[in-house]
């Protein structure tokens, strides 16, 4: 996909969120290496949006630790996806958020 074709899904309204820049593993970088990550999604998503726009984070492989989520904190990401497959409770926080899967449902008709 193009910076063209996202600019113009962004003006349809459409959201794209970071998942980091290199699609590494969060917990197997240092806490640098994690900002490092961060800080350049965040600069390429800024190149994309010509205002003010949702921080949100769909973890690569649903891998995080904790200096990651501090780093969210810090760069003020509002929402964070994990792959834990259940569905969201409204006490989640909110950097922890679970997903489900369409793999995760079963038809109500198996063949």
Do not use: A, W
């Not at 806490?31 to 769909?58: A, G, P, R, V």
């Not at 409770?89 to 997903?99: A, F, H, Y």
């Amino acid at each position: 996909m193009s910076v063209n074709q996202m600019t113009e899904m962004i003006g349809e309204g459409m959201h794209f969120g970071s998942h980091g820049k290199s699609h590494f593993f969060f917990s197997s970088l240092s806490k640098e290496d994690q900002e490092i990550e961060i800080k350049s999604s965040i600069k390429f998503l800024e190149s994309l949006y010509h205002e003010k726009f949702l921080l949100t984070m769909c973890y690569p492989y649903g891998d995080y630790n904790n200096d990651t989520l501090s780093l969210l904190e810090k760069y003020d990401f509002k929402l964070g996806l994990t792959t834990s497959p259940r569905v969201y409770e409204k006490t989640d926080n909110l950097l922890l958020i679970p997903r489900l899967d369409t793999n995760d449902y079963y038809p109500k008709n198996k063949p």
